[in-house]
């Protein structure tokens, strides 16, 4: 297959070539230059491996020859779906290293997500752990090779059943490796957080994520002695590249891979690997604080505790240096690029009040009122941004390209944030309509799209409404027709849908009618938030 592209105008990516940023570096050649510099550190530490610099690069070649002797060809995109497990950076590392284009699934993606996926990507492979979680993803697989044809190769890691185990990929000739890509071409695809209808496929290149994580490496303070923790699950764009996983192992920093982001998990991961630094989404920051005070587990190596993915309350921001002894990171970022960070020098009241500033001096931000004029300075509107790290487009999806970037090639985040004299963001909300739960962006209208398949739905409308705990929750409203089903009973058929659980509507409310207008219909946006607005009047 053809290498994927991405196009900044040469203008623009001849000045982001001359500030520095993008340094004609692959994940290939960094991994090659660590492995070389100090091929016996530490780099990687999960379950019971620990991976050197030159193991680690030495399993990612044993994988780029099997796959390349099991059929797969350069260019090929391969879907891969692993937790949190060392053998995910020996098979992404193997893919670039064979100029495959990885493309990221989260574990809890099923069916409908894996589907969607090797289809829009056009996937020739698909990459599994046998089970996790008590999921056995061998069956998933059977159904994703059964609907999509094109996926020619499972491999999987563990017990293979009927598909090839990673660990008896076929030896490979080292001669069959290709060139090293060019880091204009885009190294992987990675999953939007679904703002409308079904997840789009990002192409992120060599060039600009690899400057995104460098930089955010050093905005974290990275070093050869630190020691960062991957908590979330590692295919979601913070854990991988805000510092994450990448940024790390560009530092030369040690990577500890958990099972689960629990303090059950993760407290005696921090004692025993001596972890410095982590990031969370909000909820799971809030257990963190509620189990700290009374672990066994010796937490004092932590120095930096990063939270993003949804907003975090000040109140509970506030309690974080207090109860963990660490300096908080606030992270507002996003899969298509832009990633703004407090800086672990900033007064405390801006580390626990705002949502950071972005990485880049060349990260162009826009706040825009729905007219398309900038506010005045400090009031809330729409961001829109452009820079060396933030995607133009989305793969295969003109609808979508035509919605979501200017003409000019600014991207329209959705999010409504306002911008403070030192520049520092403070999320205000969002324009769009999907529902931010726990980090996890669920698309409402791909939620109703399911719960319309049931015969006894006649109309859904899926809300987020404030949780106190989740942040937000989806609520979906329903009209029924015929036997109004049960609210358990509709959750269980949704769950028989193959769709990833956390888009499972948390609470279902039965209603008579929607609003409408003396003209027709409202728009599905304006229904959904008088839906809310008449829920929170009455709760
Ligand atoms: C409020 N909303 C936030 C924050 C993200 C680092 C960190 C997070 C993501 C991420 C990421 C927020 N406060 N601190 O990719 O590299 C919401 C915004 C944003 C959307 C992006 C990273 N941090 N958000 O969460 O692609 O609405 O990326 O546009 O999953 O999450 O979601 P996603």
């Known amino acids: 297959m053809r290498p994927l592209t991405q196009l900044w105008p040469a ?14 570096e692959t994940f290939t050649s ?53 937790p949190n497990i060392v053998e995910f950076l ?24 894996i589907v969607h996926f090797a289809r829009t990507a056009e996937a020739r492979g698909y990459i599994i752990a046998a089970r996790h979680d008590g999921f056995d993803y061998r069956a998933l697989a059977q159904e994703v090779c059964r609907e999509v044809s094109e996926v020619a190769h499972v491999v999987v890691v563990g017990d ?23 880091p204009s071409e885009v190294a992987f695809l990675q999953i939007s957080g679904g703002s409308t209808g079904l997840s789009k496929l990002i192409p992120r290149t060599h060039d600009d994520y690899i400057y995104s994580f460098r930089a955010s490496a050093e905005i974290c303070g990275l070093t050869t002695d630190s020691v960062y923790l991957a908590a979330l699950p590692v295919a979601h764009n913070f854990p991988m590249s805000s510092p994450g996983v990448f940024g790390a192992l560009y530092a030369g920093s040690r990577v500890v891979l958990a099972p689960s982001p629990s303090p059950e998990a993760a407290f005696p991961l921090i004692a025993r690997e001596g972890v410095t630094i982590t990031g969370l989404v909000p909820p799971l920051a ?68 705002t949502q950071g500033r972005p990485i880049s001096p060349d990260d162009e931000v826009l706040i825009l009122d729905d007219e398309g004029h900038p506010v005045p300075e400090g009031e809330a509107g729409n961001l829109l941004t452009r820079g060396p790290y933030t995607i133009r487009a989305y793969h295969n999806n003109g609808g979508a390209n035509a919605r979501a970037f200017t003409p000019d090639g600014f991207y329209r985040t959705g999010d409504v944030v306002k ?79 193959g769709l990833a659980d956390f888009k499972v509507p948390d609470q279902i409310m039965f209603v008579d009618g929607f609003e409408t207008t003396a003209v027709g219909k409202v728009s599905r946006k304006e229904l959904r938030a008088s839906l809310r607005r008449r829920f929170l009047a009455q709760a």
């Open 11 to 24: 203008a623009l990516a001849a000045r982001y070539r001359d500030k520095g940023y993008w340094r004609r």
């Open 30 to 82: 960094f991994l090659r230059v660590r492995a070389a510099q100090v091929p016996d550190r530490l780099a990687v530490i999960g379950g019971d491996q620990r991976w050197s610099f030159a193991e680690l690069e030495a399993r990612a070649e044993a994988v780029a020859r099997g796959l390349l002797a099991l059929g797969l060809q350069p260019g090929d995109r391969v879907v891969v779906q692993l």
């Open 90 to 113: 020996s098979v992404v590392f193997g893919l670039f290293r064979a100029r495959m284009v990885p493309v990221y699934a989260l574990p809890a993606h099923r069916s409908v997500e």
């Open 160 to 182: 293979a059943g009927p598909f090839t185990a990673l660990d008896a990929l076929p030896d490979g000739d080292a001669a069959t490796l290709p060139e090293d890509a060019d």
């Open 286 to 353: 809030l257990l963190w604080l509620q189990a700290a005070p009374t672990t066994p587990h010796d937490l004092s190596s932590l120095e930096v505790l990063q939270v993003g993915g949804a907003k975090f309350l000040a109140e509970s921001a506030r309690r974080v240096r207090p109860v963990l002894g660490c300096t908080l990171q606030q992270v507002f970022g996003m899969a298509e690029g832009l990633v703004n960070y407090t800086r672990l020098d900033d007064p405390e009241e801006t580390i626990v009040t």
């Open 419 to 497: 911008r403070l004299p030192d520049g520092s963001l403070v999320v205000q909300g969002r324009a769009g309509d999907h529902i931010n739960r726990a980090g996890e962006k669920i698309s409402a209208e791909e939620v109703e799209d399911h719960l319309l398949g049931h015969p006894n739905v006649f109309d859904a409308a899926v809300v987020s409404l404030p949780d106190a705990f989740l942040g937000e929750r989806a609520c979906a409203f329903i009209i029924a027709q015929g036997q109004k089903p049960k609210a358990a009973a509709l959750k269980a058929w949704m769950r028989t849908r």
